[in-house]
């Protein structure tokens, strides 16, 4: 059974910084590439970051700069590391797993800034 699960959430204030991390079981971790995904109060859900098995990454161009994707192999984890937080990151984070034909999410978590 795959399962990802995020942890690191919460509130924080402007300008500050929180580290969201994945991790996945049931599947062959790196051979996926790993994403973050965001969906905030009346958007529809959007890329935030991906890693691939390379690895590559690539960013949302909001969050370029700001945030880093990071991935463990050795411990199937995918990191987001989010420094410089503004009140638009607010939003519910999932992680994603993906490979051909196979997509998998994390149950998501919230993330709130403000002051």
């Known amino acids: 059974q795959v399962q990802l699960v995020e942890s690191g959430g919460g509130w924080a204030q402007p300008g500050s910084s929180l580290r969201l991390s994945c991790v996945v079981k049931?599947?062959?971790?790196?051979?996926?590439?790993m994403g973050w995904y965001r969906q905030g109060p009346g958007k529809q859900r959007e890329l935030v970051a991906t890693i691939t098995s390379v690895p590559h990454t690539n960013y949302l161009d909001s969050v370029r700069g700001r945030f880093t994707i990071s991935r463990d192999n050795a411990k199937n984890t995918v990191a987001l590391q989010m420094n410089a937080l503004m009140p638009e990151d607010t939003a519910v984070y999932y992680c994603?797993?993906?490979?051909?034909?196979?997509?998998?999410w994390g149950q998501g978590i919230q993330v709130t800034v403000s002051p």
């Open positions: 049931g599947l062959p971790f790196s051979q996926y590439t």
């Open positions: 994603n797993a993906g490979w051909y034909q196979n997509d998998y």
